[in-house]
DNA sequence: CGCTCTATTGATAAACCTCAAATACAGTGG
DNA sequence: CCACTGTATTTGAGGTTTATCAATAGAGCG
């Protein structure tokens, strides 16, 4: 069972089955719908009623806040193993942010009743969840730290290291963050302009920092860019 | 019983004991230590490790995330009937902010076992808290969103009035806010310096949207700062 | 090979921070 | 009750960072 491997592993990544029997993943995804999307879809729009919640088996997601027109905040990229929207399904409420594909990914879906059963046959899923949660939300106070305090290139390095954690393909000394992502998602990601982006990646493509093409980013020289970000 | 009558409120305001019948406020609250603090007392310092979580029967704590030397990000003011940093205590970790009252300030604390105990014994509890974790995260997540995308002075009238929704002493048609907040605060709050703190509210004073004393501010035309902050 | 979307780069402008200095305010002790 | 001291606040001038605008180049796709 290939897919089993992953799923445990997924799991166990996102910490969302810890203290749960192996035996018991198989009951846990059975219970929701494996789907499979392609890049570029739409899981749900902020504002909507929300229905589902899902679950990563593999793919990449962007989370986002909306503003007016255009202007969006990218609050987290969401990988392999990590769950989405509990919590608005729990509460029903409205999604308060949207979702959207970055490449093919493929998701198990749970409606509010089915996930509160297990909830309740597993009663450790809502602790872990809850600590989930609470990471997320460290994660989130430290950025906004970030962008009230720190200059611009500072946040781009740190955004960049922060993806590449979550969602990196290594390879020798090399880096690739695994899905594509733009000037744009960047610059979204990390409270700024795509201009500003380009500027700050192109400096330090010159400078050997990093390799670049259309909509992906390779990091060559992690070193450099974490001592920037630590140091100054 | 007047305390317990404070306590009913103040649970109720919270959410965290929704589904928790009259009887057991006492016995959940009298698991904890009661103590009350005095103005500007430190309830713990970011990083250090959490040992306790506290509840607020009165007055006002300062959450904040702090950075290098004197640079803070406010998260969050807390009011009466708020739970701080269970969420630490739970995963044993380091407080991820530090808290600081604000006032004079009455507090009941928990440790992890006892907390876990109560939990056991009131499982809504659990519930109850992601919820309130959730909605802390959404608006975080909000904040995030208008700190990355929206100018300075749009900024500093959401934070007003948000402080205001969690604090407010209402007469007549002024709102004044229920605990000392100097330019600083609001500066830290909103994610810019004293100085566009001061001069924009010097600005508001003028236009008779405000008044301010020293570490006090009193909203006069409330219908004009909400007109301010959604239409512009 | 044209079309569309993304990225680059320069010039300009605006928003906001920083620094400096003056003033107001509250509490303290004589 | 008043001078004194330590903060908090105000305000101006100047500078920096970063956004904005505009124009061009490049990449991928049919």
Redesign the interface.
Known sequence: MDINIVIKDSFKQSDLLSGITEEHYTDILGAGNRKILKSKSILFHQGDPAKLCYFLLGGHVKLA???ELG???I?RYIGPGELIAV??V??EKEY??SAETKNETEIVTWDKQTMLNLMRKYPDL??N???I??E???E??????E????HVELRIARSLLRIMRHAKYKSKDEIRIDFPISRQDLADYT?TTLYTVSRTLSAWERRGWIKSRREQITITDVQAIVLFAEHE
């Open positions: 806040k909306v503003h202007k969006e905040a609050i919590a608005a729990l509460k308060p942010v809502a602790i969840m809850l600590c949660v609470i997320h939300m460290d989130v106070q430290r950025r906004y730290l962008l009230s305090t720190e409270g």
